[in-house]
């Protein structure tokens, strides 16, 4: 699969750094990436983008200003994109409305959108489109396998990690802790990696989008060390 991911600065770049080391070998990463400041109205995408965008199947967005979210379809014109994955872990970066406003531009270009809040809630179930689906097995919402010796955590493969990276580092972090501290433990270590998503109240969820995050990994965590018990 041929992924283009348009970023802004270290979040995005952090992200697709993560994509290059841990998805399968045979995908294709390409990275985009667009100035710090851009005007808040984008009236001419083809100031700030180039002629040609490498091929892509797969367009993840990850600007940093809702100027980025508003140059998606165009992006898509000119990578030939079929997908696109435009999560928010900040709300300002891409408000719901715009949101809203891309996939509908979006679906009448017949390419599929999904929108994450935050990245790492995206599961393979959000989409029917293949690329999107790809992209999930590998990255989004955290799964992890635990093995433990007595009552420690001996070993924690991760299944799906959180796209920003931090799944591989509460992995290492937890060995050798002890069960019943294990899930306080991975949300520790989720905000020591640190999380990127913002600590702005979010109305939908009435938490932060850097707390939900956390949960996300906690969950992982928890539905591991249970399954592990019953095996």
């Not at 294709?28 to 100035?35: E, I, L, R, S």
């Not at 984008?42 to 892509?56: M, N, T, W």
Request: charged residues 25%; aromatic residues 6%; hydrophobic residues 40%.
């Amino acid at each position: 699969m041929h992924i283009l991911i348009a970023i802004q600065g270290h979040y995005g770049q952090r992200i697709a750094d993560n994509v290059r080391k841990y998805g399968p070998a045979d995908w294709k990463v390409h990275t985009f990436a667009f100035p710090a400041e851009l005007p808040a109205i984008i009236d001419d995408a083809s100031e700030f983008l180039p002629k040609e965008l490498p091929e892509a199947d797969l367009l993840i967005s990850l600007g940093e200003h809702p100027g980025v979210a508003q140059m998606i379809p165009d992006m898509v014109k000119k990578s030939g994109a079929k997908a696109v994955i435009a999560p928010a872990d900040n709300r300002v970066w891409l408000p719901p409305g715009l949101a809203k406003q891309i996939k509908r531009k979006l679906e009448s270009m017949s390419v599929d959108m999904v929108y994450p809040v935050p990245f790492c809630s995206l599961a393979e179930k959000d989409s029917q489109n293949p690329h999107i689906r790809e992209f999930a097995k590998y990255f989004g919402r955290p799964e992890v396998d635990i093995e433990l010796d007595k009552d420690r955590i001996k070993r924690v493969s991760v299944i799906r990690g959180a796209p920003c990276g931090c799944s591989p580092y509460v992995a290492d972090g937890l060995v050798g802790v002890w069960d019943r501290d294990a899930v306080e433990k991975a949300g520790l270590l989720h905000h020591q990696y640190p999380c990127l998503s913002t600590m702005v109240m979010d109305q939908e969820f009435e938490d932060t989008l850097m707390h939900r995050g956390g949960l996300m990994t906690k969950l992982a965590v928890e539905k591991a060390i249970k399954s592990s018990k019953v095996a």
